[in-house]
């Protein structure tokens, strides 16, 4: 068959062959290309690719393949993952290629019980999908071994590193067999804190560099809309009502504008869901689903569903704030227009966010066509502030930085004094536990760059 032959030389067994014809892979990305057979031969992979490269395939296949005809009832791969949604799509994906196997896949995250992650670890699971704060809690308590770990992977490295997980993931590697191990290591960049880390778990890896995208792909129409933060709202329920937006994701900058959004846009008569750091697991699993099966048409979301996330046939993407850095907008924009599928990417800009778009033109290369709506008052001002002051905010956001700053540093100071994993009988933060760190009031992460976290 042709999409057999397209993957020839991989040396993959039939069995799994037979899964990526079932899910109509036609031929493999370049990710896949150049990762999967050294990975198959058992060498360590770096990998510097962005999102939506195919980069999950190109892991899980080579692992699928290591664990074949192997004895059940042990752990033997953990992929770590910096987002919930994240960790149950590459779930998904696993089982999906495993389809015609019987290894065994269980994701391990926060926001949802923890009864059927603990019968995950006892039975030995065969692949383990965690988001790190979950994982940590597991893995200090008696269930939380991973003795016969084999392979370890490391998804989206710099998302993590943004997020703030690079204390746990140390922590988690100090609970890990020292035995060695198959390590898979994939970043969309490289920045000096995640080379290091890259050094100290690989072993002569293959390396894998897929041209990092420095502007959305040919395939998605990128329009600019100038319009005053007062009629933002009214613009996009225009926009809808025209029916010059389909289905689409809107990405707020903070978590209130995303509730705000999603309720203005609700009482206008649009069905919208929304997903961010405050909603429960529960919902936004269920955001997610309603969305990708036609529930709703607009789903908000801040940008923790800016990486990773694939909805097939998304038509637009609306970046109702401006993003701060021109490389979150490549993440929003490549939302849309996936595995050759076309897509719109239409960008709200306010007077005060010029110079945020004179940074993304910059980095694409090239202008954003302009657009004025017919017929639309844009100078309406009825629309109430969606949140705070900017300059407040602002200051908010600075405050609450140089407090995690001192956190971070006395967390430092304490593990400098020989305060590591499970010293004093701790556990770890388990930070992905409904939001609550354990012993203390509602945990906080915070980007290290860029606006106010999208969680």
Not at 283 to 311: C, M, N, P, S, W
């Amino acid at each position: 068959m042709k999409k057999q032959e397209e993957f020839a030389g991989m040396k993959l067994d039939p069995r799994l062959m037979s899964a990526v014809s079932d899910l109509g892979f036609t031929k493999p990305t370049p990710v896949q290309s150049a990762a999967v057979a050294p990975a198959v031969a058992g060498r360590d992979v770096l990998g510097c690719a962005a999102t939506g490269s195919g980069k999950t395939a190109a892991f899980v296949l080579p692992i699928l393949q290591r664990l074949l005809g192997r004895g059940r009832g042990a752990t033997r791969a953990l992929v770590m993952v910096p987002t919930r949604e994240l960790a149950a799509q590459v779930e998904e994906h696993a089982r999906e290629l495993a389809a015609h196997t019987d290894i065994t896949v269980a994701a391990i995250f926060g926001g949802v019980a923890m009864g059927p992650q603990v019968n995950a670890f006892k039975r030995g699971v065969d692949i383990m999908v965690a988001t790190p704060g979950r994982l940590l809690d597991h893995l200090g308590r008696a269930h939380g071994g991973l003795e016969a770990l084999e392979v370890l992977v490391l998804d989206e490295a710099d998302r993590m590193l943004d997020m703030g997980f690079l204390p746990e993931i140390r922590k988690i590697m100090a609970y890990l067999p020292k035995r060695p191990r198959q390590t898979f290591f994939f970043s969309a960049t490289m920045p000096h804190a995640i080379v290091k880390l890259a050094g100290e778990m690989l072993r002569d890896p293959a390396r894998v560099d897929v041209e990092r995208r420095q502007a959305p792909a040919a395939t998605v129409a990128q329009a600019l809309y100038p319009v005053p933060q007062r009629a933002k709202v009214a613009l996009l329920l225009e926009l809808l009502r025209r029916r010059t937006v389909g289905n689409a994701i809107v990405f707020t900058r903070t978590k209130h504008r995303a509730n705000r959004v999603a309720q203005k846009l609700e009482r206008g008569g649009v069905s919208v869901a929304r997903i961010h750091g405050n909603r429960s697991q529960k919902q936004r699993t269920e955001a997610l689903a309603g969305f990708k099966a036609g529930r709703y048409q607009v789903l908000v979301a801040t940008d923790i569903l800016a990486r990773g996330i694939d909805v097939e046939a998304l038509e637009h993407v609306v970046n109702f704030d401006v993003p701060v850095t021109p490389d979150d907008y490549i993440h929003r924009v490549g939302r849309t227009g996936r595995a050759e599928a076309t897509g719109d990417a239409y960008t709200f800009a306010a007077p005060e966010e010029q110079e945020l778009i004179q940074a993304i033109e910059r980095k694409v290369g090239k202008p954003i066509e302009r657009r004025r709506l017919d017929d639309f008052n844009y100078s309406n001002g009825t629309e109430e502030p969606l949140e705070l002051p900017l300059q407040e905010r602002l200051a908010r956001v600075r405050a609450e930085r140089a407090e995690a700053r001192r956190r971070s540093e006395a967390r430092a100071e304490r593990q400098a004094n020989g305060a590591g994993p499970g010293a004093n009988g701790s556990r770890g933060r388990g930070g992905s536990r409904g939001g609550k760190a354990r012993g203390g009031g509602p945990r906080r992460r915070r980007y290290l760059k860029g606006a106010p976290a999208p969680e």
